[in-house]
T-cell receptor
Framework: RKEVEQDPGPFNVPEGATVAFNCTYS??????FFWYRQDCRKEPKLLMS???SGNEDGRFTAQLNRASQYISLLIRDSKLSDSATYLC????????????FGAGTRLFVKA | DAGVTQSPTHLIKTRGQQVTLRCSPI?????VSWYQQVLGQGPQFIFQ???????GRGNFPDRFSARQFPNYSSELNVNALLLGDSALYLC????????????FGAGTRLSVL
């Protein structure tokens, strides 16, 4: 089983749609959680940190459920510019520190 | 302020050769991490360095090594290159280890022929 698993995608949605991405992680010692965005042939960029209390940044909402080891990202009112790969990221400290990325979910937003 | 800078941008090597990749973190950042990303996959964690000490290591063979210098820049070395080492190598810096919000450089694209 992969340490961080994401919806395989791709997701194809029209402009204005609401889209939800799901992610699960296997290590209960995980301590930090993020969503990154990666455009084609570019480096990953932080989208937002994820907390148990949930956090919102404009059209984006992220949620963490530690009991279920589940992370989500909701994008409302999708824009063409939201087309990218969304990476779920987990930080784990078990003697040493590791940062684990999911394989990513590709999103295509179409006019 | 400059972001994370990596050099070289592209590199072509042959099997069995050795390669050194370089990374300069954002000014004030003391932690540097290295990742390998192959097409269609998320970045795979190789190493994390903080205050010049290795603080984390991923599941990569001993052919991969790294170090961090007093100015917090870092080098990743890969010996005895294999075809499967062809990938985008990403460097990320963060302010402090625990916080771990990482900022990535544009990467070095390595092709092994």
């Amino acid at each position: 089983r992969k340490e961080v698993e994401q919806d395989p995608g791709p997701f194809n949605v029209p402009e204005g749609a609401t889209v939800a991405f799901n992610c699960t992680y296997s290590n209960s010692a995980s301590q930090s959680f993020f969503w990154y965005r990666q455009d084609c042939r570019k480096e990953p960029k932080l989208l937002m940190s994820v907390y148990s209390s949930g956090n919102e940044d404009g059209r984006f909402t992220a949620q963490l459920n530690r009991a279920s080891q589940y992370i989500s990202l909701l994008i409302r009112d999708s824009k063409l510019s939201d087309s990218a790969t969304y990476l779920c990221v987990v930080g784990v400290f078990t003697g040493g520190f590791k940062t684990i990325f999911g394989a990513g979910t590709r999103l295509f937003v179409k006019a | 302020d400059a972001g994370v800078t990596q050099s070289p941008t592209h590199l072509i090597k042959t099997r069995g050769q050795q390669v050194t990749l370089r990374c300069s973190p954002i000014s004030g950042h003391k932690s540097v991490s290295w990742y390998q990303q192959v097409l269609g996959q998320g970045p795979q964690f190789i190493f994390q360095y903080y205050e010049k000490e290795e603080r984390g290591r991923g599941n990569f063979p001993d052919r991969f090594s790294a170090r961090q210098f007093p100015n917090y820049s870092s080098e990743l070395n890969v010996n005895a290159l294999l075809l499967g080492d062809s990938a985008l190598y990403l460097c990320a810096s963060s302010l402090v280890l625990a916080k771990n919000i990482q900022y990535f450089g544009a990467g070095t694209r390595l092709s092994v022929l």
